[in-house]
C-alpha cells in the first residue's frame, strides 16, 4: 500500500489507519484466540471484546494515542490527529532532556513507591536517561535494585549505565567519600563522568538520600555547578525542626546538598494528610488496571511474587502471573515523586474528557489546570546533626525553589490520573507473546 501511495504522490498526505475491528473470539469451542489478561472477547462489551491496537500513520509521523480518553470512532479521530499534526510540531520533534536519576530502589523492594517512580521516569519519553545511581551501597549487595532496572531497561529496549553508591554515612557535609571501599566509588565516578561528558546541562532527580550527590559535589564543585540545571531532590520535611526518613539516611549529605547552592527544587516528603508536601496516595488496581501486561508483571514481579528469586526476572516479565495480579491491585499505596517528574519533564496538566493527562501541551483551546508549582524560598539548617531546616517564601534571597500545592482539593484525583494515563500510555518494546 505504501508503494501505491508513493506512486500516486499522496504518501505524505494520507492518513493510514491500521486496527482490529473487535477483540479476538473467546467463546468455549471458538478459536484458539486469548484476550489474556483483558476479558471475554468478540461480541462482549468487557475489554477483550472491545479494546484492541491501533496504529496511525500521518505523513511520515506514527501517533501513539494509546489511552488520553477512550476512542470509540475512527471518524471521530482523524479530524484531531490532523489538528494535533499542524498544532503540535513538538510531538514530532520531541526534545530530549538529559536526565540522572538516583533512587533507593531495591529487590526484594523496600518502598515500592520507587517501582512506581521508576515506571514514571521511563513513561516520560522526553527523557533522556543518561544514568541510574542506586543508593545506599551497603543495602544494595544484599538486596540488589539492578533486577528491577535491568527488567525495566529489557521492557522498554534501552541501555544506559546504573551504579551502586556509597555504603556509609559521610563524615560531615563536605566528605568527598573517598575514604570509603573502592566498589563504592562507582555511583559517584558515573555521575561525574556522565556530567563532563553531557553536551549540555543535566537534570538530576533524586528520590532517596543524597549522599553520592553530595559527595560528587564535594569532589567537583565547579562541575556540579555548571553541568546541573535542576536538581529535584525527594527529601525532609516542610515543617521545621523535624526528622524525615530520606534525611535520616545520611543527615551529613542532605545537610551538605542543602547548603551548596546547587540549582534545588526541593520535594518535601512530609508531612502527610495536610495538603503541604508532595504526598499523595491511591490503590495499585486505579493505576495499575490496563496498563500493558508486561509492565504489570514487571510490578506484580517486584512487589508480590513471595519468592521472586526462584523466578528468573527476564521470564517473570512476560510470564502469566494472573495468581498474583488481584492482591497487588488491592493495595493501597504511599506516593512523592510524580508531580516533581512532571514538572521535571516539563509537562503541564490538562483536563481531557473525564481525566487529567499530563502532557507538552493541551488539545487547542485549552488551558493547563494549575495543581502544584514550585516557588522560590529561602532555606536554612537549624540543626545540623539532626538534618532539621526553616525555611521562608518572603524572602529576597532565595536559595532554592520549594514544591507547592495550589489546589489541594484536586491534587490528589490529578495525579492518580496522571500517573494512570502515564502507565497506560508506558513505551513497552516487549511483549507477552515475544520471548
Ligand atoms: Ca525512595
Not at 472477547?41 to 477512550?70: A, C, D, N, Q, S
Not at 496522571?418 to 513505551?427: E, G, K, S, T, W
Request: net charge positive.
Amino acid at each position: 500500500m505504501k508503494k501505491k501511495l508513493e506512486e500516486i504522490g499522496v504518501v505524505d498526505n494520507t492518513v493510514v489507519i491500521l486496527m482490529s475491528d473487535n477483540g479476538g473470539e473467546s467463546v468455549p469451542g471458538g478459536p484458539a484466540t486469548s484476550n489474556v489478561p483483558l476479558r471475554a472477547g468478540k461480541g462482549r462489551l468487557y475489554e477483550g471484546g472491545i479494546r484492541e491496537p491501533m496504529v496511525i500513520k500521518l505523513g511520515g509521523h506514527i501517533f501513539r494515542l494509546v489511552t488520553i480518553m477512550p476512542i470509540i470512532s475512527v471518524a471521530m479521530i482523524i479530524g484531531s490527529c490532523v489538528q494535533e499534526h499542524r498544532s503540535r510540531p513538538e510531538v514530532i520533534n520531541e526534545r530530549k532532556i538529559p536526565v540522572i536519576y538516583g533512587t533507593d530502589l531495591f529487590h526484594p523492594h523496600d518502598d515500592p513507591d520507587d517501582h512506581f517512580d521508576l515506571a514514571t521516569l521511563f513513561a516520560m519519553s522526553e527523557f533522556d536517561v543518561k544514568a541510574i545511581l542506586l543508593d545506599m551501597g551497603a543495602k544494595q549487595k544484599k538486596k540488589p535494585g539492578r533486577t528491577p532496572v535491568e527488567q525495566i531497561l529489557k521492557l522498554t529496549g534501552r541501555r544506559l549505565p546504573y551504579a551502586t553508591g556509597l555504603s556509609k554515612k559521610l563524615i560531615s557535609p563536605d566528605d568527598k567519600g573517598l575514604v570509603q571501599p573502592k566498589e563504592d566509588q562507582v555511583a559517584v565516578e558515573l555521575l561525574l563522568q556522565t556530567l563532563r561528558q553531557s553536551a549540555e546541562p543535566v537534570i538530576v532527580i533524586t528520590t532517596g538520600s543524597v549522599r553520592d550527590l553530595c559527595a560528587a559535589f564535594n569532589r567537583e564543585p565547579k562541575l556540579l555547578r555548571e553541568r546541573i540545571s535542576r536538581l529535584y531532590i525527594n527529601i525532609g520535611n516542610l515543617l521545621e525542626n523535624k526528622g524525615e526518613w530520606n534525611v535520616h539516611l545520611d543527615r551529613k549529605a542532605y545537610v551538605g546538598l542543602m547548603r551548596s547552592g546547587l540549582p534545588i527544587y526541593w520535594c518535601p516528603c512530609l508531612p502527610v494528610n495536610e495538603n503541604r508536601s508532595t504526598h499523595w496516595k491511591f490503590k495499585h488496581g486505579e493505576v495499575l488496571e490496563g496498563v500493558p501486561p508486561t509492565l504489570l508483571n514487571w510490578f506484580i514481579y517486584a512487589l508480590q511474587v513471595p519468592r521472586p528469586h526462584e523466578l528468573d526476572p527476564t521470564k517473570a516479565l512476560t510470564m502469566d502471573l494472573r495468581p498474583w495480579r488481584h492482591i497487588l491491585m488491592s493495595l493501597e499505596r504511599n506516593m512523592w515523586c510524580t508531580g516533581s517528574l512532571i514538572h521535571a519533564a516539563g509537562r503541564s496538566i490538562y483536563r481531557v474528557g473525564d481525566q487529567w493527562v499530563a502532557a507538552a501541551s493541551g488539545p487547542r483551546g485549552t488551558k493547563p489546570v494549575k495543581v502544584f508549582t514550585f516557588v522560590p524560598v529561602h532555606v536554612e539548617i537549624t540543626d545540623e546533626d539532626k538534618g532539621y531546616t526553616k525555611w521562608s517564601e518572603d524572602t529576597l534571597s532565595p536559595n532554592m525553589h520549594v514544591y507547592k500545592i495550589i489546589d489541594p482539593n484536586n491534587h490528589e484525583p490529578v495525579l492518580k490520573s496522571c500517573l494512570r494515563c502515564l502507565l497506560h500510555d508506558f513505551p513497552v518494546v516487549l511483549h507477552r507473546d515475544t520471548q
